[in-house]
Structure formats: structure tokens, C-alpha cells
């Protein structure tokens, strides 16, 4: 039956409408995991002469073993924002003689495959045969790699348990942030020495290799616990069901200020106010209002016209950036049904570029006080506002027409990259790094007021050209409008 569920899965990868940009995405991500593993391998490697020079009368593994609970900690965050339960498509399986408990045990153990939880060996196996070169016992050492083996599945499922109860909490990323840093006070303010008592613990299961039954003991609950939450949510009415809450109908009646394109912006903000997904658009707001405050107090970019320009384009541009990027694929719950109606394209996407324009008039009015720090800063968030409405905001629209992944709305949005194709990684470039680069090479070589006509002058050019880009942009979407239908239809 495994091996049935191996070949579905190949099948469903390379007959996807998505299998193009999926696959030039998996070759990125390869170079990607390369990086990783030859600077884990170099850290194993390493580890023991770098410890041993700079402190040269302790043990190395002792100091290893003491830092293992900041690792366990960084890697459960890392865990929660970047890994997620592998996905299978059960529907078709739940009407056919085939075990849940089978389907749920494959997608638990098709998770400790993850290249997550192989990188560390690539530090942890070198660092074992260094120590064993160095003299110490091969059966300490050996035990003590089977810990971190087992702690590293630990943290595999412990992850998933803690998404589960994420799921279900408006700010998703709340659960995680609780727990890691409740631990990490606990231990900085000496309230409860965790570091010593794990650094113990380890050292102790490494010369004791019975203790080790207590990890798989541990790994066996986590494992039962993640099974057991799979289970009660195989079922073909589980999606179904629905939690029963008061619905605060806002008064959008503001809206029919723009005419007809009225009825398409109500539905996208109670799109927005309604899913978790999108409504980290708003909550991101708040993120991208105060991302100067990184830069603009430091003395060392006060002379750096490409970072004033790069968080103008940031700061103005935060809600155009993070909505836009997924037009129309917001939609592709019901994409099918939205185009079988008698509406215009244009009227559609006008509603996506109205809501956009507003929301960077709106971040440039808020961000006016970061003039605090100098009038260099808002006149280059002016600029960089009519960049974002001139340009961006057509790069954004254009670079929609290509998206071909379906998008749950319901899904946390910390760190979520459910949806995200290559053309979400490639079009931060025209987005992010081209505006940043013109500002900054017309102002280095020239001067600062050249750098802002320069931003200001492509926004206007851009606005005066409306009509005409907007026609090219509609038309490309219908091009593609039948496409999108096929690939919002599939779910992989």
C-alpha cells in the first residue's frame, strides 16, 4: 500500500499544471540545501579545534552538550515557520477500501524524511567521528548521536503538534513564540537552569545508553499524539463542519464612492477581514510601518540613499507587495464560478489596483513622523510612493497573470509558503532591488534630488499611462484566464 501511495504521489507531482514553475522552484531550493549541508558539514568538522582553541581548558563535548537546548529551541522555530505536515490528497481515498490508519501513518513517516531533520547529521555524524579520533569511548559517542537523532524527531513532531493548536488561535505564530520564549526567560533569568538540566540529561543517557529508552518513550507519545489528531480529521465531512461565531457585518457602503468596481472591493475586504490567510495582510502592516526604525537610527545608513529607497519601497509598498503577489489566486476557491459571471475583467482587476493605490497613499501618510529623522527620509518615501503606484502595482498585476497555484485561506499565514510558485521569488526583483538601485546609483553618481525625480518621474510616466497598461494587463489575464481555471481546479 506504500508503495501505491509513493506512485500516486510521483504521478500527481509530474501531471500537475504547476509541475514547471514547481520543478525550477525544487532546483533553486536543491542549490539551496547544497549551501546548507556543505556548511554543516564544515561546522562538524570544525567544532572540536575551534572550541578547543578559544577555550582551551574545557571539554568541547561539554560545551556542545550545554548549547544543546538553544539548539533545540532555534530549531523548533525554524521547524514552525519553514516545515509543514506533508501533503497528501485523502479525499479519493476515503471512499475506497483503504485503512485510515495506513494514510495517516504514511504522512507522519513520509515527515521524518524531511531534509530537516537529515541537515543536522551532516554536523553531528563529523563532529562523532572527530571526537572518536580524539579518544573518547566509540559507545559514548555513538549513544550520544542516537540522542540527537531522537530529539531531532522529537522536535519533528512536537512541531506539528503545536500547528495543530496554532490553527485554531487567530495569531497563529502565538503558540510557538509562548513557548520558546517562556523556555528561553526561564533559563536567562536563572528562574530554572533548563540548559544544565538537558546538558545533564544527554550526558547522562550518553553514558548510560538504557536511558535512551526514555527518548523513544518521548518520541512514542509525540508520535500517538500526532496520530491521533490526524485520525479524528479523516473523515469526508470533516471540512464540513463549521465553527458556529457571530459575523460582524462591517458597513462597506463607503466603497460605492468608486462606481462600478464597488461590488469587487467589498468582496475583497471581507475576503481580507474574514480568512486568516489574507488578513496577515493587514496584521503585516503594522511590521512594514516600523521597518525603518531598523535603519534610520543607525548612524551608519545615514549616507545610504539605496537603503532610504529600499525601505521607502518597503514601508509604502508592504500591503501591495504581500496582497498583490497572490493575484488572482486570493480567488481560486471559486475562481471557475467568478468567471462563468457576466462581468468585465477590467472592472475585476481595477478593484485590486484601487485597493493597492489606497493602501500606499494610506502607509505614506503614516509613516510621515519617521521625518524625525530627516526630510531626506520623507521625501524619499514621497518618491518611493509614486513608484509603487506608477510601477509596482503593474509589475504586481502583470506578475499575477502567471500565478498557477491554488490558495487555502484558511491556512496560518506566519511564514506560509502554501501557493508561492517561482514567480513570487523572481518578481522581487523589478519589485525591491530594481527601484533601490536606481535611487541609489542616480544619487551616489549624481545627487540625492536626482535619485527622487528619477523614482518620482518613472510613477508619474507610469500613472499618465494607466489606461494603456491596464488594457495590456487585462488582456494578458484573459490569455491565461482558462489556464488558471485548470491549475485553481487542482490541488497540488
Known amino acids: 500500500m506504500i508503495s501505491k501511495f509513493i506512485s500516486l504521489e510521483w504521478k500527481q507531482f509530474f501531471r500537475s499544471a504547476s509541475f514547471g514553475k514547481s520543478l525550477a522552484l525544487k532546483i533553486l531550493m536543491g542549490f539551496f540545501a547544497l549551501y546548507f549541508i556543505v556548511t554543516f558539514l564544515a561546522l562538524g568538522v570544525g567544532l572540536y579545534p575551534g ?23 532555534m530549531e523548533l522555530l525554524i521547524r514552525f515557520f519553514f516545515q509543514k505536515l506533508p501533503v497528501m490528497s485523502v479525499k ?34 563529523p563532529f562523532s567521528i572527530v571526537l572518536m579520533s580524539k579518544g573518547y ?3 559514548m559517542v555513538l549513544t550520544w548521536l542516537v540522542a540527537m537523532v531522537l530529539i531531532s524527531l522529537i522536535s519533528n513532531f512536537l ?26 526567560a526561564l533559563n536567562y533569568f536563572e528562574i530554572l537552569d ?35 489528531i490526524l485520525r479524528q480529521k479523516l473523515y469526508l465531512d470533516h471540512s464540513l463542519k463549521t465553527k458556529i461565531k457571530e459575523v460582524n457585518a462591517s458597513n462597506l457602503g463607503w466603497t460605492k464612492n468608486f462606481g462600478d468596481i464597488a461590488p469587487f472591493m467589498q468582496l475583497d475586504l471581507r475576503l481580507i477581514w474574514r480568512n486568516k490567510r489574507p488578513k496577515s495582510s493587514v496584521f503585516i502592516l503594522v511590521i512594514g510601518l516600523l521597518y ?48 462563468s459571471q457576466n462581468i468585465k475583467y477590467e472592472q475585476y482587476l481595477k478593484s485590486k489596483y484601487t485597493l493597492m493605490i489606497l493602501s500606499v497613499i494610506i502607509m505614506f501618510v503614516l509613516s510621515i513622523p519617521y521625518v524625525y529623522f530627516g526630510w531626506k527620509i520623507l521625501a524619499a518615501h514621497f518618491a518611493a510612493a509614486i513608484y509603487n503606484i506608477g510601477v509596482n502595482s503593474y509589475v504586481i498585476m502583470l506578475g499575477g497573470s502567471f500565478n498557477r497555484k491554488k490558495i487555502d485561506l484558511n491556512q496560518r499565514a506566519a511564514f506560509n509558503y502554501q501557493g508561492t510558485g517561482a514567480v513570487q521569488w523572481i518578481i522581487g526583483i523589478p519589485l525591491m532591488i530594481l527601484p533601490a538601485a536606481i535611487f541609489g546609483l542616480t544619487s551616489f553618481f549624481i545627487n540625492f534630488q536626482v535619485g527622487l525625480f528619477a523614482l518620482a518621474f518613472l510613477g508619474l510616466l507610469g500613472i499618465v499611462f494607466h489606461q494603456k497598461l491596464m488594457k495590456l494587463i487585462t488582456q494578458k489575464y484573459l490569455d491565461s484566464k482558462y489556464k488558471m481555471i485548470d491549475a485553481f481546479s487542482q490541488d497540488s
Not at 109 to 122: C, D, M, R
Not at 311 to 331: E, H, K, R, S, Y
Open 92 to 125: 479519493p481515498l476515503l471512499t475506497l477500501p483503504v485503512k485510515r490508519n495506513t494514510v495517516v501513518n504514511y504522512v507522519l513517516g513520509k515527515s521524518t524524511l524531511a531534509f530537516i531533520n537529515f541537515l543536522p547529521l551532516f554536523a553531528t555524524i
Open 159 to 184: 512541531n506539528f503538534i503545536i500547528e495543530s493548536i496554532s490553527s485554531e488561535t487567530e495569531l497563529s505564530y502565538l503558540p510557538i513564540i509562548v513557548v520558546a520564549g517562556g523556555l528561553f
Open 137 to 139: 569511548s566509540k559507545s
Open 194 to 228: 533548563i540548559s544544565g538540566l538537558l546538558s545533564a540529561s544527554i550526558l547522562a543517557i550518553a553514558n548510560n545508553p538504557i536511558y535512551l529508552l526514555i527518548l523513544v518513550a518521548i518520541l512514542g507519545v509525540c508520535y500517538w499524539f500526532n496520530f491521533k
Open 51 to 73: 572550541l578547543k582553541k578559544a577555550f582551551p581548558d574545557q571539554d568541547p563535548f561539554i560545551i556542545v552538550n550545554q548549547v544543546i537546548f538553544y539548539w533545540v529551541l
Open 292 to 339: 525603518g526604525l531598523f535603519f534610520y537610527p543607525n548612524p551608519q545608513f545615514q549616507d545610504s540613499p539605496m537603503i532610504f529607497g529600499f525601505v521607502g519601497i518597503f514601508v509604502t509598498g508592504i500591503f501591495l507587495i504581500n496582497f498583490g503577489q497572490f493575484i488572482p489566486a486570493w480567488d481560486s476557491g471559486y475562481y471557475k464560478m467568478l468567471m
